[in-house]
């Protein structure tokens, strides 16, 4: 896969059947970063011995340092499917076998969980990671909430499992029960979500929209995979052997038969098919039986190049594995199959982005997803430029197109239509795409894709909506599910800092959808957050960026209402 250059993502740009938005989302510390890792290196972007421990999408120093995604970041990614068979499966018809995925890997964090909301606004589908020992935690539950009353479409993938084969050493019967228990309790949440316009959206890996593997290892699998292989060798219907290979179906070599209920010397398909393979792998490599490691390739049909033929143990089994089940096929197979285009989703999500009737030339311009339409862009959050004191909007363009020097209304999100109050009217300097930690120019930008905007940040408070159509109502505000309760007093040491201080605090809160700046009673700077953690980050930007002064900071303090008294 070779890099990619703008011109060739901007030809994609313009079919958006075959365009995917996405997010990552998961509990704190379940490997998100670390799978969107196996994705960006596909795309060529980073060296593959580096994916897994590089964390391409972890831009800021301290979430390097401290481990922990803090800023959702997005990337454009060309993605492809393996075989041009696999067109046919997908629900709308497409003959094109290129695709662009936009990808944005959001923090897992419940204090950056206002990062979350303003990522999955731009996207309309999700990839769900869950952690195999631990299984489905309170902010998978969360996110997963945020994501379906988004109407937002899940996929999962059940990640670390080669924890479980080499810390835990499960039988393979255990690994399978195990899956089961992970995938009924995300069922429970998405089944509590029913949505009629959505439709059923519970995953199965029957269905094709659970993948299993290893962002560390950078291997994953669906069982749509092992079905191929299977098919080819076997002469069977793909499909077929896709709904065999789980649940309780148990193939009895001896007649030859599938059945239901296992007897003696039969075992479970999934366990036979699938896992058997892979603990083999793990049994060989790990337990240094040399002898046995060639014909193993051999029948897996996975090459070694020369230096590889000297690696031992994790380091060999981290090659092996990536040969044999890479992640970046399992995942962009699940994602382009399963997740659906923006020409698809906004049919349905219309009525949950758009304020006004459903029937005005904007709502009719979202619903089609019309590049010809009036531009209806929704700006979700702000990035801090590495220029002091400037931000790209990031957005999407729900329709219409975004061109640099167009002059649109920038409505903020206490516009009233007919009214002025929280309304600009001024030209978009630039259009640029957001590729992690880099930008590029791009110079328009069709409907159904994300971007960043330059020369808007002046007239726009946190998010808000970019038109050029004079009766457009409002994109509906996004509801955060953390509320900004942790205070803390902020003064400057020196008095002479303070209008540094003041103009450091209006950027602060541009640059941060949840954080709370405002001057107290007592007359003192106040900075309300999420959580420690999260204030603690928002000053520590504070004072060494916005405001760029040395600080005095106080404790934090939590305000207390209605408490009971004895």
């Known amino acids: 896969m070779v890099n990619f250059t703008v011109e060739e993502i901007r030809g994609l740009m313009d079919n958006p059947i075959n365009i995917r938005n996405m997010s990552v989302i998961a509990h704190v510390d379940h490997g998100k970063s670390t799978l969107t890792d196996s994705l960006v290196q596909r795309a060529g972007i980073i060296s593959a011995k580096n994916a897994g421990s590089a964390r391409f999408t972890d831009t800021r120093p301290d979430e390097q340092e401290r481990g922990v995604t803090i800023k959702s970041t997005a990337i454009s990614l060309y993605g492809r499917l393996v075989d041009d068979e696999d067109l046919k499966d997908i629900p709308v018809k497409t003959t094109k076998n290129d695709f662009l995925v936009n990808l944005i890997d959001s923090p897992g964090h419940v204090d950056f969980s206002s990062e979350v909301t303003a990522a999955l606004r731009v996207t309309d589908g999700a990839l769900v990671v869950v952690d195999t020992v631990e299984g489905v935690c309170v902010q998978t539950e969360t996110v997963l909430r945020q994501a379906l009353s988004e109407r937002i479409k899940p996929v999962v993938i059940i990640n670390k499992v080669d924890r479980a084969l080499l810390e835990l050493q499960v039988s393979q019967e255990d690994l399978y029960q195990n899956f089961s ?128 033929k000297d690696l031992e143990g994790k380091a060999l089994l981290k090659v092996v594995m990536r040969k044999f089940l890479p992640a970046a096929d399992a995942l962009m197979e699940m994602m382009i199959l399963h997740l659906p285009s923006p020409a698809t989703a906004q049919k349905y999500r219309m009525e949950t982005l758009y304020e006004g009737p459903p029937d005005d030339e904007s709502a009719i311009g979202i619903r089609d997803c019309d590049p010809k339409g009036p531009l209806m862009l929704y700006v979700s959050k702000m990035v801090p430029t590495s220029d002091k004191g400037r931000f790209y909007a990031f957005g999407r363009v ?74 457009a109502h409002n994109m509906k505000v996004m509801k955060f599910s953390v509320s900004p309760v942790v205070r803390r007093s902020v003064e400057v040491k020196n008095a002479s800092d303070l209008p540094k201080l003041v103009e450091g605090l209006k950027r602060l809160s541009k640059s941060d959808p949840c954080v709370l700046t405002y001057i107290s009673e007592s ?44």
């Open 181 to 308: 228990r992970v995938i009924e309790s995300v069922n429970v949440v998405i089944a509590t979500y029913f949505d009629k316009v959505l439709g059923d959206v519970q995953v199965g890996p029957e269905k094709g929209t659970i993948a299993f593997g290893s962002g560390l290892h950078g291997w994953a699998f669906t069982l749509r995979q092992f079905a191929t292989k299977y098919a080819k060798k076997f002469g069977v219907d793909k499909n077929k052997m896709m709904d065999r290979l789980w649940g309780d179906n148990f193939f009895n070599p001896k007649t030859k038969k599938w059945v239901k209920v296992g007897g003696d010397g039969m075992e479970r398909a999934f366990n036979q098919f699938c896992l058997d393979p892979i603990f083999r792998i793990f049994d060989c490599v790990m337990n240094f039986k040399k002898d046995q490691i060639p014909t193993l390739l051999e029948k897996l049909d996975i090459k070694l190049v020369a230096e590889e």
């Open 398 to 471: 729900f329709s219409g197109t975004a061109k640099s020097g167009l002059k649109v209304r920038i409505q903020g999100p206490n516009y009233i239509p007919g009214q002025k109050t929280d309304l600009f009217v001024k030209s978009i300097q630039r259009t640029i795409l957001m590729m992690g930690k880099y930008t590029e120019p791009i110079e328009d930008v069709p409907a159904g894709n994300i971007l960043g905007l330059v020369g808007v940040d002046q007239f726009l408070l946190k998010s808000g909506t970019l038109t050029t159509s004079e009766t």
């Open 523 to 566: 007359g003192e700077h106040v900075v309300a957050g999420a959580g420690e953690l999260h204030l603690e980050i928002c000053l520590k930007d504070l004072e060494e960026d916005h405001a760029g002064v040395p600080l005095r900071i106080s404790d934090p303090v939590v305000q207390y209402r209605e408490s009971v008294g004895a």
